[in-house]
């Protein structure tokens, strides 16, 4: 019998932001960092990753010229990025002794029934045979998130399907700030919510991401979708060095919904 049902499973968000430390450039360091603290949580925790980043993978290789639509532009260069994005995960862990595969899902994938089952049935070989799923839209056919999300609303709902223990969204702040505080340039974080109607008057969406499409109302849309399915979910600093461990210990401002 796998012993994986006894560890808790973890849903970790990474935006594009994160990924690249607030660069032009994707930070090999940055998913270095994720790998070393999954690997060392890896006794009493499972990870399954959702990731933004292809399309700024993407932008180091190629500048793509068309008189096509912009989201089609788009839709291409996350084409061409999506491979470049996974072999750098997969290269990274596995000098950290850890197994990394692909799984691309669109949003068609959550309303049949039948494809919904399939993507757990599928997630659970992957984690119980020691491979950490990183999964990410399935930008060629679909637009809805890189329109407006940046793949917080598809980890949401990736982690309510799957009935996950904790769903962490790594972003650019300390979790969500009170509107004053962020108002007055001294942020103060939220530390724990238990009224998204006051949560929504608190957020402030000028902290969007340089490369990504989610700012902080795209996360509360999916702390509603994580909070409906009784899903505790972390907004935590992805820029840190140790940001899982640093919030595990609570020994860093994070923002917590449980």
Not at 51 to 68: I, M, P, R, T
Not at 147 to 159: E, I, K, S, V, Y
């Amino acid at each position: 019998m796998s012993t994986s049902k006894t560890k808790k499973r973890v849903l970790l968000k990474i935006g594009s932001n994160t990924l690249t430390k607030e660069s032009d450039q994707l930070s090999r360091g940055k998913i270095e960092d994720i790998g070393r603290q999954i690997a060392a949580l890896s006794d009493d925790y499972e990870f399954i990753i959702v990731s933004s980043g292809a399309k700024v993978v993407a932008k180091q290789f190629v500048q793509l010229e068309s008189d096509h639509a912009e989201i089609n532009v788009k839709q291409a260069l996350t084409s061409i990025g999506q491979p470049h994005l996974i072999r750098i995960f997969q290269e990274s862990f596995r000098e950290l002794g850890l197994l990394a595969s692909q799984c691309l899902l669109s949003y068609s994938d959550f309303e049949k029934e039948m494809s919904r089952e399939n993507i757990k049935n599928v997630v659970d070989i992957l984690v119980s045979n020691g491979y950490i799923p990183i999964i990410n839209e399935n930008d060629t056919v679909s637009t809805e998130e890189i329109q407006f999300g940046d793949n917080d609303r598809l980890a949401a709902m990736t982690a309510a399907l799957l009935g996950v223990d904790l769903l962490v969204i790594a972003t650019n702040t300390n979790g969500i700030y009170t509107k004053e505080s962020f108002v007055n340039d001294d942020p103060e974080t939220i530390e724990e919510v238990d009224n998204f109607k006051d949560l929504k008057k608190e957020v402030v969406d000028e902290d969007k991401s340089t490369h990504g499409t989610g700012g902080m109302s795209s996360k509360v849309m999916a702390l509603e979708i994580a909070n409906k399915a009784s899903i505790e979910t972390w907004i935590v600093n992805g820029l840190e060095d140790n940001f899982i461990l640093n919030t595990i210990n609570e020994n860093t401002a994070f923002t917590k919904i449980s």
